[in-house]
Structures are given as C-alpha cells and as structure tokens.
C-alpha cells in the first residue's frame, strides 16, 4: 500500500496530527522533499535519523511558517530579521544563536550553541506547519549520501514505510538544497550553497559573504561531506566530448541523452539535477556518467557543488 496521500486539506490535517504525536512526515518544500518531526519531541528527531540511516547525528533545519515567529524561536538581530523579511518564504537558511526559552531543541540542535531556520516557498509545507502548531525539522527525505527526493515519488522509493505518511505537492520548482549562511557572526558566511544565489544575498547586504574554502577536512555541515548527493554509477563532470560507453548528461549546446537546459538556464538546470541524476543511474548501462560543464553563476554554484561531491572518489 502506498503511503503517498494528496495535499487536500483532510490529508494535511491527518499529517499534522502525525508530526503532533511524534511521526514522520515526508513534505514537500520548493528546494526538496522533506523528513519531517516535531522539533520537541525527542524521539521522533530521532526517529528521523534511523530512517535516513544517518550515522550520527547532525543539526537539522528548523521549518517555520511565519517571519513573526522568527524572534521568539532564535536570537536575531537587524540583519537576520531583514534577511527573513525579503527571502522567506524561500530556500535561504539562516544559522542563528540559541535563545534560552528554547532549551528543548539540544537533539535537534545536536547540542550546538546555534538553531538553524528557514521558512519554506510551498503551500503545502506552510499550510503542514501551521496546521501542527510546532517548528518542523526536516533534513532532505532520502537516505544518508544519496541524491535527494523532488517528487513524492523518490521519496517512496527511497524510505518506503520508514515515514508514515508522504504528502504530494508534486516536482520540487528549485530542485536544490537551500542555501545556508550563518549569521552567528560579523561577517555572513555560506556554509552551503543552494537555492538562493549567493550574488542575490551580496546585493542585498550591500557587501560580499565569505566562502570558506571548500570542502573543510572537519565539515560544519555532513552536506559539506565529500561524498555527497552521490549516484550508484561513476560521475565525470565538466565533460565536453563523452565516452562512447558514458551516459551524458547535457547541458546548453553540450547536448546529451538528457539535457539540463537546452537553453543553458542555471534555474532551470538545478530543477531537473536531482531527477536527471536519478534517471542516469537507471538508464546508463555501462555504469558510467557524464555530466556538461555548468556555468558557476547563480544557481549554478549550488549544481557545481553538488556534481563536485557526487563525482568524489577516494
Ligand atoms: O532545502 C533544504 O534545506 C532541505 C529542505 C527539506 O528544507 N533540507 C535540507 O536539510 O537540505 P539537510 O539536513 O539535508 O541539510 C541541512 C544541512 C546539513 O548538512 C546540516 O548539517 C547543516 O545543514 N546544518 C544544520 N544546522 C547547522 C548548524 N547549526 N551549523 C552548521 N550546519 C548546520
Ligand atoms: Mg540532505
């Protein structure tokens, strides 16, 4: 039986009393399904971590509905509530510093000092957290390192009947990660990049965020990890003339069986990423991928880092 339910508003009624009484939910948001618990129940943020079949545990992002609820849930400053005010709803996180009224979060917070938010740009996922009155933690809804879910589908296909219910908004529209920028300090740092182009942040903060170098021996963020986002067969990247035997991925004029955008849009391309990836791992019969070259503009840094771990091997 599948446990793949449609957003009516009886379904998501049904969902929110799940996430109440300490289930999971799987939901969609603009940048990728989510693995959703209430973010005070312990054992259901737990729970979280043996479907995904994470090692250990790591921070998750806070799911909220409201911009209002922001100051009550983390400590923020200036800069941090204007940032919520033109990106939220959107896929922009933003790492803040704990407040004491919130002491129940350390599983959440997996002890840190900090509490990592956003609010989501999908009906769906707005209307499943105001409906369970409580901050949704939601890691991606896939198992540890593999490609994340933008249909309800994937979903099913890679959990099953570890999550109780999985509610159908259909394709994800941003098709990558949020971006996560941390705010605990002076200087805006991105810890990961996603959804929101950095450039966009940059213009509106009127000065450039820091890019730590990448990929840190000792990640902040697993997505940091080397190994990441990783399909089953081999991935080559920045590939122009593929291999007779390689499954090619195109992009713009470097067109292949499959194209992430013909007409060479970095928005367009991080929708179909995750999908086309999926697909690859299907239909290439020689156990070999290839994947274009992507510009690293805009959207096109969220693509780059996750082909760059995707294609990692030891
Ligand atoms: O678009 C998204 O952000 C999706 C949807 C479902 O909202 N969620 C998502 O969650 O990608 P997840 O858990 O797969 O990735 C969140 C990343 C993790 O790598 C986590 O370690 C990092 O954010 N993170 C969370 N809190 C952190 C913190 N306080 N400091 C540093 N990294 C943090
Ligand atoms: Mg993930």
């Known amino acids: 039986m599948s446990n793949i ?3 009516t508003e009886e379904n998501i009624q049904k969902a929110a009393a799940v996430i109440k009484r300490g289930g999971l939910v799987a ?13 005070y129940n312990e054992a259901a943020v737990a729970a979280i971590f043996a479907a995904k079949e994470r090692p250990r545990f790591d921070p998750l992002i806070s799911h909220i509905a409201e911009v209002d609820f922001l ?9 941090a509530m204007e940032l919520a005010k033109h990106f939220w709803p959107g896929p922009l ?8 009224e ?90 990961r990049a996603g959804g929101t182009a950095k450039e966009d942040i940059e213009a509106f903060l009127g000065e450039k965020i820091t890019v730590p170098e990448t990929v840190p ?36 004029k470097y067109d292949g069986a499959l194209n992430l955008s013909p007409t060479g849009d970095v928005k367009e391309a991080a929708s179909r990423l ?5 697909l690859a791992d299907e ?13 690293n503009v805009g959207l096109g840094l969220a693509i780059n880092d996750r082909l760059n771990r995707a294609s990692y091997h030891k």
């Open 5 to 7: 339910y449609s957003g």
């Open 283 to 295: 239909k290439a019969i020689g156990g070999k991928i290839a994947v274009a070259p992507v510009p």
């Open 27 to 39: 939901f969609p948001t603009e940048t990728v399904y989510g693995l959703g618990a209430n973010v």
């Open 93 to 100: 996180t933003l790492v803040l510093n704990r407040i004491e």
């Open 274 to 278: 995750f999908a086309y990836l999926r």
């Open 102 to 191: 919130n002491p129940c979060l350390d599983l959440a917070c997996s002890g840190l000092r900090t509490l990592t938010v956003r609010m989501p740009a999908h009906p769906l996922a707005l209307s499943l957290i105001k409906a369970s009155g409580v901050p949704i933690v939601a890691p991606s809804a896939n198992k540890y390192q593999s490609v994340s879910p933008t249909t309800a589908q994937h979903v099913a296909d890679g959990l099953g009947d570890k999550v109780d219910m999985i509610l159908d908004g259909g394709a994800c529209q941003v098709g990558v990660e949020s971006t996560i920028i941390d705010l605990t300090g002076r200087q805006v740092v991105l810890l």
């Open 217 to 252: 021996a000792l990640p902040t963020a697993p997505g940091q990890m080397l190994r990441h986002y990783a399909p089953k067969n081999v991935l080559r990247i920045n590939v122009t003339a593929p291999e007779p035997d390689e499954f090619y991925i195109g992009f713009g």
């Open 71 to 79: 100051p009550q849930y983390a400590a923020v400053d200036a800069r």
